[in-house]
């Protein structure tokens, strides 16, 4: 059932897809995932489709053939070029879906990967937020209750193992920074460490994630002064000196102890 609220936010076209999609048969779920769970404030629509089909791409891409469509990884994108928002249509059978949640809390997985479409990491603790805030629109075979069964026990410990490889990869890189190592790999390493800390200050401090989007928004103004300074910085002296300053203002502020 859609709350007043979230059905006050989507418009009329995402209205007629939800109902299109609701009614072919090889389509088991729908869940409205993303910001607008959360916020007033979201870019686009996000809609996490099960299905059942192996053609589903070219499937909807007929079925909705009248609004301009992109394919990008797992997902149909819908644009507009007036003022409505755009459309994402990410889709995965039962199987593979279920098995990408359970695989995430499984020690060595939950790693933060480079997506085209995303800024930074895409973080795996970010699906796992967007799937307990979701708001599900159709549950043919219980799939979606069934994985929120298993993922709301286990979400603390999934964000303090998280935490634990934030910390692993930020002690690692700053030893990284005391050896001798080239210009290309001080940056690389300083911009891997720009992220984990952002990731790592964003797991300790938000109530709901919203990535690397809009950070002057979401920080502490101080802290966020001080990555922008660590983002300019050079050489490996520099770079140690202000990751080690960082690393001192989360303990200080009593959100972390390294």
């Not at 059932?1 to 989507?10: G, Q, T, V």
């Not at 009614?23 to 729908?30: P, T």
């Not at 979701?134 to 999934?158: A, K, Q």
């Not at 990731?199 to 990535?211: E, H, I, K, N, Q």
Request: with cysteine; proline share 1%.
């Amino acid at each position: 059932m859609i709350s007043n609220k979230i059905k006050n936010r989507l418009n009329q076209i995402t209205l007629n897809i939800m109902h299109v999609l609701k009614q072919q048969e090889y389509i088991n779920g729908i869940a409205l995932v993303g910001s607008i769970n959360i916020s007033d404030s979201f870019n686009d629509y996000d809609l996490l489709i099960l299905h059942e089909h192996e053609e589903v791409f070219g499937k909807l891409k007929n079925i909705f053939s009248e609004y301009n469509i992109s394919t990008i990884d797992d997902s149909i994108r819908i644009t507009f070029e007036d003022n409505n928002k755009d459309i994402n249509l990410a889709l995965y059978t039962n199987k593979e879906f279920s098995n990408k949640v359970y695989s995430l809390f499984k020690e060595n997985n939950p790693i933060g990967e480079h997506r085209e479409w995303a800024i930074g990491y895409w973080l795996p603790e970010m699906l796992i937020q967007d799937l307990l805030k979701c708001t599900i629109i159709y549950d043919r075979e219980n799939n979606f209750n069934d994985i929120l069964n298993f993922i709301s026990g286990r979400e603390v410990d999934f964000r303090n193992m998280i935490i634990e490889k934030c910390k692993c990869e930020i002690n690692t890189k700053i030893n990284y920074l005391n050896s001798k190592i080239s210009d290309l790999e001080i940056k690389i390493i300083r911009n891997d460490l720009l992220l984990t800390f952002i990731r790592l200050s964003s797991l300790l401090t938000c109530s709901d994630l919203t990535g690397f989007k809009k950070l002057d928004s979401k920080l502490n103004t101080y802290f966020y002064q001080m990555l922008s300074y660590f983002s300019k910085t050079e050489n490996s002296r520099d770079t140690s000196i202000f990751a080690n300053k960082i690393l001192n203002h989360l303990v200080l502020e009593g959100k972390y102890e390294f």
